[in-house]
């Protein structure tokens, strides 16, 4: 995607560290953006090594919003230790960030951490997706907008497909053939607003709540089928990527 003029040279003037990777994520990578979303940027930055082993510690986390000509900005950058730490974990959202197709920057670094991801997914990843679900079908029923929903659909359809193949995809458009067939027409609608709500034609709310949980009961049967390992098998690597980038 092309992030708006100037985007990337406000981030880097404003961040305090070099940058391992940046990638774009949220409804960007989810394939249902509206005119109306923000940018959400997410990646892995290089604390210098005395920020590390000194006195004075480095930030593990950066966190930047600003408004930039009228498209709200959003980036979280971990150290890299942090982010492996997170890895390491039953955690979808760093396995998306990290495999992001919608790259703003990139380094050696990228590379050996996505050629690492296929021996860090485990069958416990699930759990994320599951969970994730849960709380947004929560939101979508208080809210009825149609962007938890979407959300609901996608991270249920990311999770079955991670447990099916061992692969990341977050992108709903190329999911959708998998769910309802009015899923396409609700990734259209979503594009006019951010914040819309579910439309006029839109499935009733009991058939929304039935497709939903068919699909939680399928994620739930892709990981207990699933031939992916409880525990993740690139520790070990994980760790000697940290410890070689630390020492440079």
């Known amino acids: 995607m092309n992030l708006p003029e100037g985007m990337v040279d406000r981030f880097a ?39 590390i082993v000194g ?9 930047l919003m600003w408004d930039h000509a009228g498209v709200e900005a959003d980036a979280v950058t971990h150290d890299l230790a942090k982010f492996c730490t997170l890895l390491l974990r039953r955690n979808g959202y760093v396995l998306e960030q990290v495999m992001s197709p919608l790259v703003v920057a990139t380094s050696p670094v990228h590379d050996e951490l996505k050629a ?34 979407l959300y609901t ?3 249920l359809l ?17 999911l959708a053939g998998e769910g309802p067939s009015y899923l396409p027409d609700l990734i259209e609608a979503k594009r006019a607003a951010e914040h819309g709500a579910l439309p006029a034609d839109a499935p009733g709310i009991d058939r929304l709540r039935e497709d939903v949980a068919a699909l939680t009961v399928r994620l739930e049967g892709e990981r207990d089928r699933s031939a992916l390992p409880d525990a ?12 070689r980038t630390r020492l440079g």
Do not use: C, I
Not at 232 to 243: C, D, I, Y
């Open 158 to 174: 990311t999770g079955v497909h991670l447990m099916r193949t061992g692969e990341v995809e977050a992108d709903l458009t190329r």
């Open 13 to 51: 003037a404003d961040h305090p560290y070099p940058r391992a990777f940046l990638t774009v994520s949220g409804a960007h990578l989810y394939g249902f953006p509206s005119r109306d979303s923000d940018v959400d940027l997410r990646g892995v930055h290089l604390l210098p090594l005395e920020e």
């Open 116 to 149: 690492l991801v296929p021996g860090l997914v485990t069958s416990n990843h699930a759990h994320h997706y599951l969970g994730f679900a849960r709380s947004q079908w929560t939101l979508f029923e208080r809210s009825r907008e149609l962007k938890p929903l």
């Open 55 to 63: 006195l004075e510690t480095g930030e593990e986390t950066v966190t």
């Open 232 to 243: 993740p098998a690139n520790r070990r690597a994980l760790h000697e990527l940290v410890v």
């Open 153 to 155: 659909f996608r991270v």
